[in-house]
Each structure stands twice: as C-alpha cells, then as structure tokens.
C-alpha cells in the first residue's frame, strides 16, 4: 500500500459533478428527502450489482442517473419524451457547433 | 492501494482519440448529454436553479472535505470535555464546529481503542458523512469493498496496509441514509505535547473511515 501521491479528484468526470449537485439541490428544495432518495439509489445499486461487480466509479454514477430520471418520471416531474429530445437537441448541438466554441441548446428546446 | 478494491477504474476519458481533427465540439459521453437534458428539462420547469448547482460543485470540491474532520478529532484528542460530548452527541458537537448540511444529520462518533478497531461501510448504497469527509472515495462505493469488509473485515484492513493485534476487536458499522459514522482513530504515540493544528495533519480520510490509522509523527 502506497500513499496517494497527489489528491484524488473529488468528481472523476464533470457530469458526475452536475448530476451530483443536481440531486442535492433537489433534495435541499424539498422534491425528495433523503431517506427516500438512497432507497431508490441503493435498489437500483443492488439491480446492477446482480450481474457484475461494480467499481464505485463510473458505474455507480450510471446507477445514480438512472434513478434520478426514475424518480422524476415516476413522479410526473419529467416526461421520457422530453429527456429523449432534449438529449438528441444537445447531441445535435455539439455535431454542430465548431470545436472551440460554446455550445447552446437550439432556443426552440430550452 | 485502493485498486485492489476498486477493480478497475474508471472508464478512459472520451478526449482520449487524437487520430483525427474535431471540426465540432467533442461530444460529451452519452451520460453527460442525460444530465445536460436533465437539467434543461428541470431549470425549464423552474424546480433547478444553474447558479445553485455551481454553488454546490464548489461547496464539495473546495470546501468540504476531510479536513474537517481531522478538525473534530484532533479536538477529541487534545480535550477530553470535547471528547466526552462527541462521543454522546456527535451532531449537536460537530455542528457547534459548523459542520453540518447533506449528510451530517445524525452523527455517531465511535472510537479506536487498544480493544477495539471500528470500520464504517454502506452496505445499500454510499451513505457518508459529508460535511466532515466530503465525497466519498471511490472505493467506498465499490461491491467490493461494501460486500467485503462485512464478511472479512480483517482481510480488508490487511489489503489497506492495516495489521490489528489479534486481541484488538474489530466492529464494523454500517451507515445508513439517517446515522452516519465517524472513527476517531487511536491517537499515535510520539504526537504528545503537539498543537491541536499539528495534530489535525496525523488525521488521515481513511483512519476516520476506519480503513487507516492516524500518522505518526
């Protein structure tokens, strides 16, 4: 065992981060408190986890998101229609936007 | 140290492919474009403000971490009043300190002794005590380490570089969404006489989780 040379990064990816603060913001505005949040969380962890053993990194924020998006459809917070365009609009975004410039959803999404 | 528990890390970064030009924008994984039309979605139905989800990124990069628990323990070690309190009531103690927020809502301290070696796992999910950790490592969340350190707690401490005396017990706790535990490690020997600051520096992330020991001096 070595000591790490230098901190870990406290997200691996930015949209870790994002979904991350996404979640604890909607529990600090009250859509869902806690408790109830980490029972959904660790149901969907123990799922994936039937076929393969996950690693904490990656996968578990795979898990994470997934159950975000389950709870707000399942709670008419979030339409799957909606996530699906408005998935396709930023991919579309990015295919067309020069590299180097900001990307902007199409108006007509947001 | 850690891979042995984490399996594997992450997957590669997608700026990985440098064989050909971007004319446009890298396209972020297909995760990232999920969270991006999460957010869009959300901030559109006003239940997410942009502004707030930066203050929370920041909070938990730069802000929060386990600092701030070396802080609590390094007091439980210089004062015994501090001590006795923590132990009974670690939430009201640790928000005296000003710790609190996500995570930190009921608090249990627990102690390092000559008898006995605490270790804090989540078996269903990661719970954590955040405001004095911060994030947890990514070992933390791993199967591995979550089904394991049950089962062989002392395999696990071995892999992490810990070897306990055989008289020395080893109690394994598992947080849940509403108790969350923090180890106050056995003070090492030689840090007599040192400033409480000084002290904070022998507290490492992992012997407040239970799968280190505090440094010697």
Redesign the interface.
């Known amino acids: 065992?070595?000591?790490?040379s230098a901190p870990?990064p406290?997200?691996?990816?930015?949209?870790h981060?994002?979904?991350?603060?996404?979640t604890?913001?909607?529990?600090?505005?009250g859509?869902f408190d806690?408790?109830d949040?980490?029972?959904h969380?660790?149901a969907t962890?123990?799922r994936h986890?039937l076929t393969r053993?996950?690693?904490?990194?990656?996968d578990?924020?795979?898990a994470w998101?997934e159950t975000?998006?389950t709870l707000?459809i399942d709670r008419g917070?979030?339409q799957p229609g909606?996530?699906?365009s408005?998935?396709e609009?930023?991919?579309a975004a990015?295919?067309?936007?020069?590299?180097?410039?900001p990307?902007h959803?199409d108006p007509a999404?947001? | 140290?850690?891979s042995r528990l984490?399996?594997?890390?992450?997957?590669p970064?997608p700026h990985d492919h440098h064989d050909h030009d971007?004319?446009?924008?890298?396209?972020?994984?297909e995760?990232?474009?999920?969270?991006?039309?999460?957010?869009?979605?959300?901030t559109?139905?006003g239940?997410?403000?942009p502004a707030?989800?930066?203050e929370?990124?920041d909070t938990?990069?730069n802000r929060i971490?386990p600092r701030n628990g070396a802080q609590v323990v390094a007091r439980a070690w210089s004062d015994p009043g501090f001590r006795t309190a923590l132990l009974e009531d670690a939430t009201a103690v640790v928000a005296d300190m000003g710790f609190f927020g996500?995570?930190g809502?009921h608090m249990v301290a627990v102690e390092n002794t000559d008898e006995v070696h605490n270790i804090v796992v989540c078996t269903?999910?990661?719970?954590y005590p955040w405001p004095l950790l911060?994030?947890p490592?990514?070992?933390?969340?791993?199967?591995?380490?979550r089904a394991r350190v049950v089962r062989e707690p002392r395999k696990v401490l071995a892999?992490?570089?810990v070897e306990l005396p055989e008289q020395t017990a080893v109690r394994v706790w598992d947080s849940?969404?509403?108790v969350r535990y923090l180890v106050i490690p056995q003070r090492p020997a030689g840090s007599e006489g040192l400033s409480e600051e000084k002290l904070t520096k022998l507290v490492t992330r992992d012997s407040m989780i239970g799968t280190g020991l505090a440094k010697t001096p």
């Open positions: 065992m070595t000591a790490p870990e406290v997200f691996e990816a930015p949209w981060a994002q979904l991350f603060a996404v604890v913001h909607l529990n600090e505005t859509l806690w408790p949040w980490a029972a969380f660790s962890l123990a986890g053993d996950l690693n904490g990194g990656e578990y924020f795979n998101l975000l998006e707000l917070h979030a909606d996530l699906r408005l998935r609009g930023w991919e990015y295919l067309n936007t020069p590299h180097g410039d990307v959803l999404l947001t | 140290m850690d984490s399996l594997g890390q992450s997957a970064m971007h004319p446009h924008a890298l396209l972020p994984p995760p990232a474009l999920r969270v991006k039309a999460l957010e869009t979605l959300l559109r139905k239940l997410i403000d707030a989800l930066d929370i990124i938990y990069e971490g996500r995570q809502e269903l999910c990661s719970c911060g994030i490592p990514g070992w933390y969340k791993s199967d591995a380490y892999e992490f570089g849940t969404a509403e």
